[in-house]
């Protein structure tokens, strides 16, 4: 069945408050949203990005002058050939590179694709993807944004965390690197208001280095954490790998690790305990189970990075056929949930904490492409 039309609509989500982490501040969510219709009308939609701070003009560009030329006249189904065309070696996308924004680019159609396959076989990708491993998938809430250019105060933060805890998610994520005697503040508090039995997750985002984090170890130790994510800069494997060995806290990573041969790297070297591919990164959805099983054979467990809209669907039928899930990083409280519910309702939402993917054809979403429309950037329409 020939794929006769590829669209990339720009989308950017204007934040009511600006919002921030270790690495900066942002005041809208911007994605890309793939359309692809094949030769009999079915479609299927897929997501690129997420891109906070701007460039979604790139990743159009990727799409519209490169990866769509590509793939126009193919056969839909030909999910790996087509991954392999647009992003294997010495194919005509070599010059866009093979690591970085072309593998997000390509996971928007290779998402794109899954969708069109399992609603021509009127079949949920999860079905496709091996059939159900669990009925259900624990999310934990993730957020604890710094407002206005300024991290939340403790106080700030025990409030956000008792929210989760009231709508029944059994662990929550805090974003940390705004100094170590902050840090330890918040999560001093977040502990306090959760009680011993919730999991705590901290997000560093690359803003330790090594010594910051042996430091601290024994303190963020004494917190039961479920797990430190990103503590140093994530393409220092020998730092990562030394100190994955050195503390008690479980080290994750992986929503800045691109395909399934940085991964490779990564687990070769043990520089985490759990990986964290997102899907419209690390190369969609057959790339992260290729990746997902790989970590398998290390033992390692599969806690995607999720902060996506049409990705969001895509990662927990992944999760939902994948033996070695851990659990599904579910965000409330920035731009993506927002957008996500105003492109397609309420889908995919947490009920008690859990997540699971439904037995509809494809994704299981219906985009109101109004929405496209109206959330389209000035100057792209
Ligand atoms: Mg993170």
Redesign the pocket.
């Given at each position: 069945m020939k794929i006769t039309d590829v669209r990339a609509f720009p989308v950017a989500f204007p934040l009511d408050t600006p919002a921030q982490?270790a690495t900066g501040v942002w005041d809208s969510w911007n994605t890309i949203i793939v359309k692809i219709t094949a030769e009999d009308g079915t479609f299927g939609y897929g997501e690129i990005g997420p891109i906070h701070g701007g460039g979604i003009a790139i990743f159009k560009a990727m799409v519209d002058d490169k990866l769509a030329g590509m793939v126009l006249g193919e056969d839909a189904f030909d999910r790996e050939r087509l991954y392999e065309k647009m992003l294997g070696r010495g194919t005509s996308s070599y010059a866009l590179g093979q690591k970085g924004a072309i593998v997000s680019a390509v996971a928007g159609i290779d998402i794109a694709l899954w969708d069109l396959a399992g609603k021509s076989l009127e079949t949920p990708v999860y079905q496709l993807l091996g059939g159900r491993v669990h009925e259900k998938i624990p999310a934990y809430a993730?957020g604890f944004f710094g407002k206005s250019g300024r991290p939340l105060t403790p106080g700030e933060c025990a409030d956000e965390a008792k929210g989760y805890a009231d709508e029944g998610f059994k662990g929550v994520?805090m974003k940390v690197g705004f100094g170590h005697r902050q840090d330890l503040l918040n999560l001093e508090a977040v502990r306090n208001a959760l009680g011993p039995d919730l999991g705590i997750m901290v997000?560093a985002?690359q803003s330790y280095s090594y010594h910051d984090v042996m430091k601290i170890a024994d303190d963020l130790a004494a917190f039961d954490l479920t797990f430190l994510?990103?503590p140093l800069p994530i393409n220092d494997l020998d730092a990562m790998a030394a100190l994955t060995s050195a503390v008690k806290v479980p080290i994750a990573a992986g929503?800045n690790y691109y395909t399934r041969f940085e991964f490779r790297d990564v687990l070769v070297k043990r520089a985490v305990n759990i990986v964290?591919p997102d899907i419209i990164h690390a190369g969609g959805i057959a790339e992260t189970k290729k990746i997902a099983a790989m970590a398998s054979a290390w033992n390692v467990p599969l806690a995607p990075?999720i902060?996506a809209t049409v990705g969001v669907a895509a990662s927990i039928h992944l999760l939902a056929s994948t033996p070695n899930t851990l659990a599904a990083e579910y965000i409330t409280s920035g731009g993506s949930y927002k957008l996500r519910q105003a492109l397609y309702g309420q889908a995919f939402m947490a009920d008690d904490g859990w997540v699971s993917a439904p037995d509809e054809p494809g994704l299981g979403i219906h985009i109101n492409e109004d929405a496209l429309e109206r959330f389209c950037p000035a100057g792209m329409k």
């Open positions: 982490d993730s994520k997000d985002n994510e990103e929503e964290q990075h902060h």
